[in-house]
């Protein structure tokens, strides 16, 4: 079923073209919690030359310094050389990958990433059982009882990091098209995901409404089933390529002007395809290239068409946390702050360090607790200080990870996509995103 | 375990002494092209009382001490020698005061250059040497090379800001140099001899720097041009009017696409340069200084030339200037830069001499810097891997060192001399300079054991740090 994925190589030039001269470190979040050369993208760069010169195996603390980093990319903003920083990680996490032994832990960490995201009805059926489970207060009971502080590992925090989950997943409450109100313009596919499918399915429905009413007809492709990122960061390209194959044979590319995607990261690794696949079959990689190219961030998309004035007032203060794999990753930073300045009575306020991760980082936060919640206690003293409402924030990781950390803080602050708030500003009234 | 890394443990704890292969990799290099060298160990000291028991350490064994701040020295002062126990100050970033009364203020070595900007601008002060690396590299490191930046044209350099020091010497004492007065003949001035000794006399623990009030207003502009001589001589104009920017920045046609290309500031393409020009002080003043020179660009034939229309505008272009050298390494993948300097007034010829060798030896030059002070960086985009062009990159920068010392300038105005630059140090320098440099460097380190063969060989006859 599934094509063969290739190791991706580095060039020779691809590692020289770090200069080494340390203008990415300010902006490194390990960097900054360890003050360490050997955790700044500058010294991952050479490790990993070191490494792919044979001149260093892949010890103990390499392994563990590749796996230290967020993949936030904020050092590729950061560098003026034009450092492709992921690629050569992304590099490095592969040879570790196949040149370790996993603990059983990981493993069975593997496996559930393999059948869970691999199988979107196991994902479905776990969602419900943790659906009712969240609503029926037996949650509630089980995390005051202070049970899970008892278990292994970090089961307490991965419980109460746990994703909200929505009633019914988007993939079913959508239609498979959605038509076009008014005029059609557009003709739009919508990326449902798979965590963003089952635990944020108003922010799929929102989206697919807002393009509805700005002249797109929406499809929702049956069949499609998770990007692939969360295997791909992890170096596991081989399951990543078989999810790309079912989305690629799920998304009848050609038909569409654009493929939509409400979530920075999946977003990212879906524009990436094109990289990734590069050095696999012809037909892989062609079939990647026409993917990649269509791919486009809600925002981003919005802010390309004329869009209709969102009538309804909303006089909240709002503030705009940028996700890595938005910021840095795909680089929109603008889109979103003009989307959501468009909504009358609404006030943007900046973040300080807007930019700067929170932590969550794909399975970071349960795989790093340590600097993933250092990372989060800063983002959430920013936010503090802001005075806002409503933090704004357009990629599921980071708003289950910020709205944690303002819980734990006893702040009233909510997370919200900034499209439900575009949502509500367009829509009917009675809803609250 | 070697009996130097148990003493180390002993004087600062195990953590503190760093000895993994990952580690020493990663303190091998600073931002100077192709030189690199793993030390034997790294160590934090807690204190200037560490440092000096490290010191003690370090002689009675032989072996070498290297300290490093941030590591973005362009000459390899902190590239470690070998056998080496390079130092390091990553928690060392405590502002210990500010004195607006004297208007002074005492850091550590280790505290980020735009860190005591940030923080002295808040209260109206102003702290000028504003190295490219300003975000990340340290004020021990400034000190050490002497740092430059943008603001020099009006306001100098990092010896201009140094009043005193807190150091420890190479054979472990410690003492502290100059104070808060503005006048001092008590003795030499020893501060000034330690500014820009490039860590072989000394390892500074602490900084009392001048700070001067923030300017009241500022005006940035941007002028383009379709000819290099063009905005050359406009620069020899300006100063010629007795106009003294606070900035006054060149970028040739190769730095402007590299720069462009990373910071998307809308410059067009095609320019042959452009003149980064930042008039400060009085708002009065200011806005009579930038009417006059736009006039003067305009009459030197500048395409444009267009005024920042805020801070924040001001701010990105500044960023963008800083990221020049950086910006230039993605065309190849090797970058050299260096650091030729000419009195202000031969810049003009200088930068056509730089474009005449670059073409003799056929090599891609980009090229920018500090016109203002006479202070450039002809950048060589080449590649490390090709043994035939390195050679003709080596002529080419003998040639333009020469050049520069002809007319009158240095082989460097603020990257120092490091390990790159030593070869050029010798042949250039009388013997009996040569010698007196040599022997201040013996009377502070008589072991030789600080930083060895940075800036100078001390034993002349052991030339096994050549590179
Ligand atoms: C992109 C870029 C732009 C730059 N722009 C400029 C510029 O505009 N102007 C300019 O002048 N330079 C510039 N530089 C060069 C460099 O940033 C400066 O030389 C800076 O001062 C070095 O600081 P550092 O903390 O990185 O020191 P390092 O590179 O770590 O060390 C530099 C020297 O200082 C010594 N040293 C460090 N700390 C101490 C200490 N506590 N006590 C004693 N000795 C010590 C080291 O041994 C070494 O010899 C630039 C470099 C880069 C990479
Ligand atoms: S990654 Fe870029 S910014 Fe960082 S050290 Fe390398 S060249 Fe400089
Ligand atoms: S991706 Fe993020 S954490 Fe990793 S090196 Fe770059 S800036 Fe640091």
């Known amino acids: 079923m599934t094509q063969k994925t290739t190791t991706p190589a580095i060039s020779d030039e691809q590692l020289l073209q770090c200069m080494h001269c340390g203008m990415c470190l300010p902006t490194c979040p390990t960097y900054s919690l360890t003050l360490r050369e050997r955790s700044s993208p500058r010294g991952r760069i050479r490790l990993i030359k070191k490494f792919s010169g044979g001149e260093l195996g892949i010890s103990e603390t390499f392994v563990e310094e590749m796996n230290f980093c967020l993949n936030c990319r904020a050092c590729e903003t950061a560098c003026p050389a034009g450092v492709d920083y992921h690629h050569l990680l992304e590099f490095a996490r592969v040879a570790v990958r196949s040149n370790t032994k996993r603990s059983v832990l990981q493993k069975l960490g593997k496996a559930l990433l393999d059948k869970l995201f691999t199988r979107p009805y196991i994902l479905k059926k776990l969602a419900r059982v943790l659906y009712f489970y969240q609503k029926s207060g037996l949650e509630r009971l089980v995390l005051a009882s202070g049970v899970l502080r008892l278990m292994p590992g970090n089961l307490d925090r991965t419980a109460r990091l746990s994703p909200r989950i929505s009633p019914r997943p988007a993939s079913e409450i959508l239609p498979e098209k959605i038509p076009a109100k008014g005029e059609k313009k557009y003709t739009v596919a919508l990326l449902t995901g798979c965590v963003q499918d089952v635990s944020f399915a108003e922010v799929t429905r929102h989206a697919a409404e807002v393009l509805a009413w700005n002249g797109c007809e929406v499809h929702v492709p049956r069949g499609q089933v998770c990007c692939g990122s969360l295997h791909g960061h992890i170096g596991d390209l081989e399951t990543a390529g078989a999810l790309f194959s079912r989305n690629a044979a799920a998304f009848d590319v050609s038909r569409f002007d654009a493929i939509i995607v409400t979530a920075a990261g999946c977003g990212s690794f879906m524009k990436e395809y094109r990289d990734t696949f590069a050095a696999a079959g012809e037909n892989m990689r062609q079939q990647a290239e026409a993917f990649s190219a269509k791919v486009r961030d809600i925002h981003e998309f919005l802010a390309e068409i004329p869009l209709k004035k969102p009538q309804r007032h909303l006089p909240l203060t709002v503030t705009y946390h940028d996700a890595c794999h938005l910021a840095h990753a795909q680089k929109i930073t603008r889109q979103p702050r003009q989307l959501l300045e468009m909504i009358p009575g609404l006030t943007l306020v900046p973040l300080p360090e807007s930019t700067w991760c929170c932590g969550s980082a794909g399975t970071y936060n349960l795989t790093h607790p340590e600097p993933a919640f250092a990372l989060l206690e800063r983002k959430v003293s920013n936010i503090a200080s802001t005075c806002a409402t409503v933090v704004a924030s357009a990629n599921p990781g980071c708003s289950i990870q910020i709205a944690y950390g303002l819980k734990e803080k006893g702040m009233q602050t909510e997370v919200v996509h900034p499209i439900s708030l575009l949502w509500q500003a367009y829509g009917p009234g009675e809803e609250k995103w | ?467």
């Open chain 2, 1 to 467: 375990m070697s009996a130097i890394i148990k003493a180390l443990q002993e004087i600062t704890g195990n953590d503190r002494v760093l000895t993994s292969p990952e580690d020493l990799i990663t303190l091998g290099y600073d931002g100077t092209p192709v030189l690199e060298n793993a030390p034997l160990a790294g160590v934090i000291p807690a204190d200037a009382e560490q440092v000096s028991r490290i010191m003690h350490l370090a002689n009675d064994s032989g072996t070498p001490v290297v300290p490093r701040g941030s590591g973005t020295g362009l000459s390899g002062g902190s590239v470690p020698v070998p056998g080496s126990i390079v130092m390091l100050f990553p928690r060392w970033n405590r502002i210990i005061e500010i004195d607006e009364a004297n208007l002074t203020a005492k850091v550590q070595a280790g505290v980020i250059t735009a860190d005591l900007h940030a923080a002295v601008e808040q209260r109206g002060l102003f702290y000028p040497p504003d190295p490219g690396s300003m975000k990340i590299c340290t004020i021990g490191g400034n000190v050490a090379e002497n740092s430059g930046g943008l603001r020099g044209l009006k306001y100098g350099v990092t010896a201009n800001y140094t009043m005193g020091l807190q150091v420890v010497l190479p054979t472990g004492e410690i003492i502290e140099t100059g104070n808060k007065c503005v006048k001092d003949v008590a003795g030499l001035r020893l501060t000034d001899l330690f500014t820009g000794s490039e860590g072989i006399l000394g390892i500074f623990t602490e900084v009392l720097v001048r700070l001067i009030p923030r300017p009241a207003a500022s005006k940035t502009m941007l002028a383009t041009f379709d000819r290099i001589e063009d905005a050359a001589e406009s620069v020899s104009e300006i100063i010629a009017k007795k106009i003294i920017p606070c900035t006054l920045e060149f970028l040739d046609s190769t730095t402007i696409e590299c720069v462009e290309a990373y910071a998307r500031i809308g410059l067009p393409s095609g320019l042959a340069a452009l003149l980064l020009i930042e008039v400060d002080g009085h708002p009065a003043v200011v806005a009579e200084e930038a009417e006059q020179i736009v006039a003067i660009c305009k009459q030197h034939r500048a395409l444009e030339v267009t005024l920042a229309a805020d801070a924040a505008e001001a701010e990105r272009l500044k960023t963008a200037r800083r990221a020049a050298l950086s910006a230039l390494a993605r065309l190849k993948p090797t970058t050299i830069l260096e650091d030729a300097t000419v009195p202000r007034s031969e810049v003009a010829t200088m930068v056509t001499r730089i474009r005449e060798i670059a073409r003799k030896y056929d090599l891609t030059f980009g090229n920018f810097g500090h016109a203002g002070d006479g202070n450039l960086h002809p950048t060589c985009l080449t590649d490390e891997r090709d043994a035939e062009e390195m050679h003709r990159v080596e002529l080419a920068f003998e040639e333009i060192f020469r050049a520069a010392l002809d007319l009158g300038g240095t082989i460097t105005g603020e990257h120092g001399i490091g390990l790159a630059k030593k070869q050029f140090l010798r042949t250039s320098t009388p013997d009996a300079k040569m010698e007196l440099l040599q022997k201040i460097k013996a009377s502070f380190d008589p072991n030789n054991i600080l930083n060895p063969g940075k800036i100078i060989d001390s034993h002349p006859r052991c030339e096994t740090l050549h590179t």
